[in-house]
Every structure is written in C-alpha cells, then in structure tokens.
C-alpha cells in the first residue's frame, strides 16, 4: 500500500496527459485493492492477516462511482473501460462478501423465514425441524433480496 516503488509504473517522461492517465490508472487500481482487502478477498500487506470490513469497502466502492459519474466524457477508452471493469468486479465481490458474512444484528426469531427469502426446496416447504444445523439454515439463506 505504502509502497514507494509503486510509483515505478508512472513514466517520468512522455507527455503530461500520458501521466495522468498513468496516475489515473494506478489510483483506480490502489482503489480496487484497497477494497477487495477490506472485502477479505486479499490479505493485508503488511500483517498478513484478513480483513473484513464491508463498510469501509463499500466506502471505496463509493468513491469510485463517484468518480465514475464526475468524469463521465472525460476519459479516454482505456481509462473508462478500466474503471467500468474494476467497478464491476468490486461490485460483484461485494455481493459476495456480503452474503457470505453473517449479519450482526439479524433480529428474526429461530424458524422465521428472512424477509424476501426464496422458499426452500422440498416437498411442501417443511418448516425448520429441531434436526436441521445452522449451517443447512445458511444454505437456505442463499437467494435473498436486499435493499
């Protein structure tokens, strides 16, 4: 992350506009990895360990919208078509990362279906049995709309 040497990629010569997109391309890509780190999906560079934070990821997910939507007609094909695909992937990493993380303040009571949930499949939609383990339930749980 605080690499000095990830400025080796920048051409110090060259024209001014083949450096920023230079720039441009290194702070999307610094962005991305920042993200996918805070999704869990890279470990963190100095501990080693994993990290999930999928508040601060959506953060950084946000920042590049933003940027996005501020620099429409702005960029050249390269530069937009590298932030519409690392938009693309972050999005779908976030999703799962989402839906594989368990949610902290779930307030439904044992046996309740999820809001929007998908019934099971099985004969007659059987209610969750005393036999059923919380990893079936968390199997179940597998296509739910979120708002």
């Known amino acids: 992350m605080n690499d000095p040497h990830d400025s080796d990629n920048i051409p110090e010569s060259g024209s001014p506009e083949e450096r920023r997109s230079a720039l441009f391309a290194h702070m999307v890509m610094q962005q991305s990895s920042m993200a996918m780190m805070l999704m869990g999906k890279a470990a963190h560079p100095e501990t080693g360990k994993v990290v999930c934070d999928?508040?601060?990821?959506?953060?950084?997910?946000?920042?590049?919208?933003?940027?996005?939507?501020?620099?429409?007609?702005?960029?050249?094909?390269?530069?937009?078509?590298?932030?519409?695909?690392?938009?693309?992937s972050l999005r779908m990493a976030f999703v799962e990362s989402a839906d594989s993380a368990p949610a902290p303040h779930e307030s439904r009571e044992p046996g309740s279906p999820a809001a929007g949930a998908t019934p099971s499949p099985g004969p007659n939609n059987p209610s969750k049995g005393p036999s059923t383990s919380p990893g079936e339930e968390e199997n179940r749980k597998k296509f739910t709309k979120k708002y």
């Open 54 to 88: 999928l508040e601060a990821a959506r953060f950084f997910i946000d920042q590049l919208e933003m940027l996005e939507f501020k620099t429409k007609g702005n960029l050249n094909q390269e530069e937009a078509a590298l932030l519409k695909q690392s938009l693309m």
